[in-house]
């Protein structure tokens, strides 16, 4: 069992930047891939970010990449998104999620675990 709850939302104006964090409770959190996903109001959730968790290879969707950067402390137990020139269109709740194989596809069915969220607004 692994508890995920994620902080370092907030407000921030358009091209600034946030970084969040995923503290994980549990045993084992280094055997586990981490994946960010988010939702926006009224849309689907979707696949952010993700990172093995062997040779913490990282992936990213293409509407973040060269913006995004994930990252992994497995001696802390955390895994962080910094987001860089951030958009309106990056508005949405950010969930941080677990899974106990790396996913073929870093689809919502491949997580095991997810945490509650946390809101990242971007004014114009």
């Known amino acids: 069992q692994v508890q995920l709850v994620e902080s370092g939302g907030g407000l921030v104006q358009a091209g600034g930047s946030l970084r969040l964090s995923c503290a994980a409770a549990?045993?084992?959190?280094?055997?586990?891939?981490m994946g960010w996903f988010r939702q926006a109001p009224g849309k689907e959730r979707e696949f952010v970010s993700g990172?093995?968790?062997?040779?913490?290879?990282?992936y990213y969707a293409d509407s973040v990449k060269g913006r995004f950067t994930i990252s992994r402390d497995n001696a802390k137990n955390t895994v962080y998104l910094q987001m860089n020139s951030l958009k309106p269109e990056d508005t949405a709740v950010y969930y941080c999620?677990?899974?106990?194989?790396?996913?073929?596809?870093?689809?919502?069915?491949?997580?095991?675990?997810w945490g509650k969220g946390a809101l990242v607004t971007v004014s114009p």
């Open positions: 999620a677990a899974a106990l194989n790396l996913p073929a596809r870093w689809e919502l069915s491949a997580m095991d675990y």
């Open positions: 549990g045993r084992t959190f280094s055997r586990y891939a």
């Open positions: 990172i093995s968790w062997s040779v913490s290879r990282p």
